[in-house]
């Protein structure tokens, strides 16, 4: 009366009839270890996600930047290009792509440090907002 080894060999004696059931006193703290298991899963690859997520955004501001860099250095081939097409010295070539090259980037760091202030104005007016929804909010008082 044995299946896959468990069991009696033989009833004979036992005082029982050989019928072999599976212990449910056991599935019961199986649920919960794998329960835990799931949850330490999904809590690993929450961690995993926020992680990523983080990393893209802090790469978003050295993406803008080698664009800023990017444009610069296309106008500055450009204005080298034309004056090489025009026959210009070599010299005076390298003097006015120098002088373009250090006037775009003046310009561009300006522009970054005034979307740097923008974005804090809005937030600072999108908290203001919050304040004024509270102040409207009548069981808040």
Known sequence: MSYNGIGLQTPRGSGTSGYVQKNLADKRFQGYRKKRDREQENEERKEARA????????????????????????KCAE??????????????????VAELREKLRR???KEGEEEKEDG??????????????????????
């Open 120 to 141: 804090k104005k809005e937030d600072g007016e999108k908290e203001d907002g919050d304040k004024k929804a509270d102040d409207t909010n009548p069981q808040s008082h």
């Open 51 to 74: 992680k990523q997520l983080k990393s893209r955004r802090s790469a978003g501001g050295e993406i803008e930047e080698h664009e800023r860099r990017r444009r610069v250095e296309i």
């Open 107 to 109: 310009n561009d760091r």
């Open 79 to 96: 204005l080298r290009d034309r004056l090489e097409d025009e026959e210009v010295d070599d010299d005076e070539i390298d003097k006015q």
